[in-house]
């Protein structure tokens, strides 16, 4: 293990992650993200608050999931500032169409004419109400993959949650819900084999532990704020119980008051699991 360059963070979550480095994982810190320009050799992971990731392949592949940016009260301030300071997006996965994971996918997909993929009956909502060209959007569903790029594949799963587009129409000014399909996970394998399975928003379902066997995750991402999600106990159960993988990032927490689980709870959820708990701040960036 090495850490590519010295990370300053505050002493409580330096002292965390010291000795989650102490741990076998191969996990680097990077200070800040790298640029698509040359190929990375390992998977490079931002988390961009929510349930929101910049996820840099083996192969150099920008994939970016979920981006709630402008209007993610944790997104990074330069990426805020503008969108165009995430890279040329290679592959954009979108999860379901609530507005912390829809986000701002429709406006990445124009900025960087890249495909926003998503569940079938949320992307046809976007192209019907003219949110995204009918060219930009890339309907499939679950148990469907694409491969957008050489070496990655991504299949959509099962998530127990709902979608909903809420859109301001032009023409009264009037905020209108239409619906958005059903909210689905991404398993994603990159070049190198490394499979990691964004479980989106999701409550507990038994079929977690059928992906888990199936499609054998490297790396969960996994939600634990509750309300609209499982909460810290629920993920400790899922992950313990069902899917076991060997390393797990929590998400969509410490962004809304309605998703109240914290990390210490999760942590304390997870005591004894043989399970690695990779803790990451907002904006932080690490290496796989
Ligand atoms: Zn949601």
């Not at 010295?6 to 640029?35: D, R, V």
């Not at 491969?147 to 299949?155: D, E, N, Q, R």
């Not at 079929?207 to 909460?231: C, H, R, S, W």
């Not at 999760?266 to 796989?288: D, H, R």
Request: hydrophobic content about 45%; overall charge positive.
């Amino acid at each position: 293990m090495k850490i590519q360059k010295k990370f300053k963070i505050s002493c409580a979550i330096a002292a965390t992650t010291l000795s989650l480095l102490t741990s076998s994982l191969a996990i680097a810190q990077t200070a800040a993200p790298t640029t698509t320009t040359a190929a990375a050799s390992k998977v490079e992971m931002q988390w961009l608050g929510q349930a929101g990731f910049r996820i840099v392949s083996p192969g150099g592949k920008l994939i970016v999931v979920d981006p709630w940016i402008k209007g993610g009260p944790k997104a990074p301030a330069n990426y805020k500032a503008d969108l165009a300071a995430l890279g040329k997006i290679d592959i954009l996965l979108v999860t379901h169409a609530h507005v912390d994971h829809l986000g701002d996918a429709p406006a990445l997909a124009i900025l960087n004419k890249t495909k926003l993929y998503g569940p079938a009956d949320m992307v046809t909502p976007l192209i019907t109400l003219g949110m995204i060209p009918a060219d930009l959007g890339h309907r499939f569903n679950k148990s469907g993959n694409v491969k957008p790029s050489p070496g990655i594949k991504v299949t959509a799963v099962k998530a127990e949650h709902s979608s909903l587009i809420v859109w301001n129409n032009p023409l009264t000014s009037k905020n209108e819900s239409h619906p958005a399909g059903e909210a689905m996970g991404y398993i994603i394998e990159l070049e190198n084999g490394f499979k990691i399975w964004h479980m989106g928003d999701t409550g507990l379902f038994g079929d977690m532990q059928f992906i888990a066997e199936y499609y054998k995750p490297d790396l969960v991402l996994i939600p634990i704020g509750g309300n609209f999600t499982m909460d810290p106990e629920d993920a400790a159960f899922a992950l313990n119980t069902w899917i076991k993988p060997k390393m797990v990032i929590p998400m969509h927490y410490n962004s809304n008051p309605l998703t109240p689980g914290t990390l210490a709870e999760f942590q304390a959820a997870m005591k004894g699991s043989s399970v690695k708990i990779v803790p990451m701040t907002e904006g932080q960036t690490l290496s796989f």
